[in-house]
């Protein structure tokens, strides 16, 4: 690959744009806000933490749904770079971070069923509270199962993606390779904690995508401050000697 058009530098700029406010949404979102309020083994407090502070709550749903909605974007502009490189595995990825887009949605709605069941609505006076506050914190804990179950799926789609900037060279191939090796790393993981869900306990589960966490943040400022690296041309010593050898053999 030797051309790059300026839609592909556009998209470029997009890719980098979206793939640094993913992770400013996804900090935010997690670790500002809806994570203080959250008490492990505790869904009393959990819920007066939800009730007191909604607002916050919600922000914390809004985030998601931004997050989603960059996805989409992101994967839309990773397919116009990829595509000229192989049409068919940058559709590929594209779905497959678009099935991860859904699962966020997904992540949403849990929120959204849990604000509901700590809600004044009439039906509600039907359960004991403990019940009404037990089903909203397992309304939230399926966050998580959202995100594992959507972690393969972003994982496959960031491999395929990192083969694609390894042929395409238009980012440095060491650091392509090392998001090959981070993303595939990921991927095993998640399938793994599917079948052994104690093996964050041997593996810490932050540490099964935060290497192609920090791939996605470096090649997002890649792209944002650098741009498309094309591919080296060869040289016109080499051009004229591969000429000469593949017109004249056969009088040799």
């Not at 090959?180 to 793994?192: D, G, K, N, R």
Request: glycine share 4%; hydrophobic share 55%; charged share 10%.
């Amino acid at each position: 690959m030797t051309v790059i058009d300026n839609s592909q530098r556009t998209a470029a700029k997009i890719a980098g744009v979206t793939g640094l406010l993913g992770v400013v949404i996804v900090v935010f979102g997690n670790y500002v806000l809806l994570s203080p309020l959250i008490v492990p083994r505790d869904a009393a407090e959990t819920a007066r933490n939800i009730v007191a502070h909604q607002t916050q709550a919600r922000m914390a749903l809004i985030c998601f749904l931004l997050y989603s909605a960059n996805v989409v974007v992101l994967l839309a502009a990773l397919y116009v770079v990829l595509k000229p490189v192989n049409r068919i595995l940058a559709l590929i990825a594209a779905l497959f971070r678009l099935v991860f887009a859904v699962l966020w949605l997904l992540a949403t709605l849990n929120l959204l069923g849990a604000l509901r069941l700590l809600g004044s609505a009439p039906y509600l006076e039907a359960f004991q509270s403990g019940h009404v506050q037990a089903l909203a914190r397992l309304q939230i804990a399926a966050n998580l199962d959202d995100y594992y179950v959507g972690l393969p799926f972003f994982g496959l789609g960031a491999t395929i993606c990192e083969y694609l900037w390894f042929r395409s060279s238009y980012i440095p191939k060491t650091l392509a390779v090392f998001g090959i090796m981070a993303s595939a790393w990921c991927v095993i993981c998640a399938f793994i904690f599917l079948v052994f869900p104690d093996f964050n306990k041997v593996v810490n589960d932050y540490i099964f995508d935060t290497p192609m966490a920090l791939f996605e943040l470096v090649v997002s400022l890649w792209l944002l401050f650098k741009g498309l690296q094309p591919a080296r041309m060869p040289a016109k010593s080499d051009r004229v000697t591969n000429l000469h050898y593949h017109t004249f053999p056969i009088f040799l």
